[in-house]
């Protein structure tokens, strides 16, 4: 497969067969359980980290690979017929993933290899890896494709709302987004991002939660893309979206488990939505 292709991470949560319908690449990131490594999304699945996540001790940790499985990925594609690549990754407000591919990509000399911040997490990004794929197959030039994607950077919002503190508290990147939350144990947080501004609301329970996720909703319609993302939650997920699935566009929205990898700090029950709001005329 010549001319532009795309590479992404783990974390963009975007379901198998669109992928591979598309040709996009995924570096796994690495989940660490005690003192064994797993490549997210092929050493183990995403229902058994969920189901086993409170009981491991101790806690699961993250990490991202070395630039030399980015630039293996790289060369494949180059050895593929690839004449340029564009690699998008999760904000580096919340991992180093996009730092290690700039790293990589510097040792690329025979093709220009753009690295781009989605400036987001989960279907955010993957939202925007799509769009780039798609617009790769239809023979798009890399400067138009990236004028598109900051297009909808700044329009993609995801928020969540988590169900405990526990996780947060046990360590990693994912804490500086709760630092104004506080320690009261009943609190609910809603955490946010959008433009890879990572934000944090605080709600007394998760009632109020789940009444805030849908005022936050609708203060992004109208519109261009919606999906819910959750920690092994989809039924509790899926309620909360028929509230407001008449002013949702029209056709199928995807419900996704978002990736250990972000899993392990959110912890199990966390629900949310990845939106992209509709271009305002201007």
Do not use: W
Not at 221 to 231: C, F, K, S
């Amino acid at each position: 497969m010549a001319g532009l292709r795309i590479v992404t991470d783990s974390t963009c949560d975007l379901p198998q067969h669109i992928v591979d319908n598309l040709g996009i690449r995924v570096v796994p990131l690495y989940i660490n359980i005690g003192k064994t490594g797993y490549l997210d999304g092929v050493d183990i699945t995403r229902e058994e980290f969920y189901l086993r996540l409170p009981e491991f001790n101790p806690p699961p940790n993250t990490a991202t690979p070395g630039k030399q499985m980015f630039r293996k990925i790289y060369e494949e594609l180059i050895a593929e017929g690839a004449e340029e690549i564009l690699s998008i990754h999760i904000s580096e407000s919340l991992s180093a993933t996009v730092n290690v591919a700039r790293k990589a990509a510097e040792d690329i000399k025979n093709i220009r290899v753009h690295v781009l911040d989605s400036q987001s997490l989960s279907l955010g990004t993957g939202f925007l890896v799509e769009m780039a794929a798609k617009a790769a197959q239809m023979g798009k030039m890399v400067k138009d494709i990236l004028d598109d994607l900051k297009d909808q950077m700044a329009r993609s919002h995801v928020f969540a709302a988590i169900d405990t503190l526990e996780y947060l508290r046990r360590g990693g990147r994912m804490n500086s987004v709760v630092a104004g939350i506080g320690t009261l144990i009943q609190m609910k947080p809603i955490l946010k991002m959008n433009k890879g501004v990572p934000t944090s609301e605080r709600v007394r329970t998760s009632n109020g939660a789940y009444k805030r996720l849908l005022d936050l909703l609708r203060e992004k319609m109208p519109l261009e893309r919606i999906a819910l993302v959750h920690t092994h939650a989809d039924e509790k997920a899926r309620e909360l979206l028929a509230e407001v699935k008449e002013h949702l566009p029209e056709g199928p929205i995807p419900s996704v488990d978002i990736t250990p990898v972000l899993g392990a700090h959110l912890g199990p029950g966390a629900i949310g939505f990845a939106c992209v709001s509709a271009k305002t005329l201007e």
